[in-house]
């Protein structure tokens, strides 16, 4: 059953676990709006909560901008290395980042071109940097934003780049993963139901891609590298 207590959520959008599994982070995003962390007893795994962001009041909905308000948090990325909790706040078209020891605010993250952002990813790779997928903006007619990848510095905030399959676009974003040295992308959509697996390696790797990397081939036999994006696909697959 709903709820908004401390061991009842209402719509729950995602989890994230340290990497020694004794604390762990549920953002409670859709009909209520707030990041809770619980820790747990390494010998008697009791559960016991240690701080809440955001409200729960069921609605889905802050009103407030501000920081520690939540219009639907829908993704986490840990950042253990920083000590962070950064967390996708999608209808306020940003990432809030936190003090995971503390639950302080730290940050906002908000560089151009991050719309209603979906998922996001850490890696400490590369001086550290957060991915996120921004997902459709019903009035992107007026607004300009794009459905796409974007890789931001997580001390700067400044947007580094972006990923997108080679040759296409994202069309519904979900939920984006990134392997630990940045050498890998994953990205599930919804509508359509499509999972992408991306690389900085630069070429394609397994037999599905073969007639595409011919295709890519000029009249010397070289493959020709494309410009529309830093990652390239390796694979993809239709739920």
């Not at 209808?91 to 995971?100: A, G, L, T």
């Not at 991050?114 to 990813?121: E, K």
């Not at 510095?153 to 993963?177: E, M």
């Not at 599905?208 to 020709?224: A, L």
Request: glycine share 10%; with cysteine; proline share 5%.
């Amino acid at each position: 059953m709903p709820g908004n207590n401390d061991r009842q959520y209402c719509k729950p959008t995602s989890v994230a676990v340290s990497a020694d599994g004794k604390s762990f982070f549920v953002a409670d995003g859709y009909c209520n709006s707030r990041i809770i962390k619980y820790n747990v007893d390494p010998t008697s795994h009791e559960v016991t909560k240690v701080w809440q962001l955001g409200t729960a009041t069921g609605t889905g909905l802050t009103l407030s901008p501000g920081n520690m308000a939540f219009n639907i948090p829908h993704s986490l990325a840990l950042a253990e290395d920083r000590r962070t909790l950064c967390v996708a706040d999608r209808e306020n078209k940003r990432i809030q980042c936190f003090d995971s020891d503390a639950g302080t605010f730290k940050k906002t993250l908000s560089p151009k071109g991050l719309s209603r952002v979906y998922a996001v990813a850490y890696s400490p790779a590369n001086g550290g940097n957060i991915y996120a997928v921004n997902g459709p903006d019903p009035f992107s007619a007026f607004t300009g934003n794009t459905v796409e990848g974007l890789i931001i510095g997580i001390d700067d905030g400044l947007k580094k780049g972006t990923f997108a399959p080679t040759g296409k676009d994202f069309q519904n974003p979900h939920d984006v993963a990134v392997s630990n040295d940045a050498n890998f992308i994953y990205v599930g959509e919804l509508n359509p139901f499509l999972m992408w697996k991306l690389t900085s390696a630069g070429e394609h790797n397994d037999k599905n891609n073969r007639d595409n990397d011919d295709k890519d081939r000029d009249g010397s036999g070289n493959n020709k590298r494309r410009n529309t994006s830093i990652f390239r696909r390796i694979f993809d697959f239709f739920g």
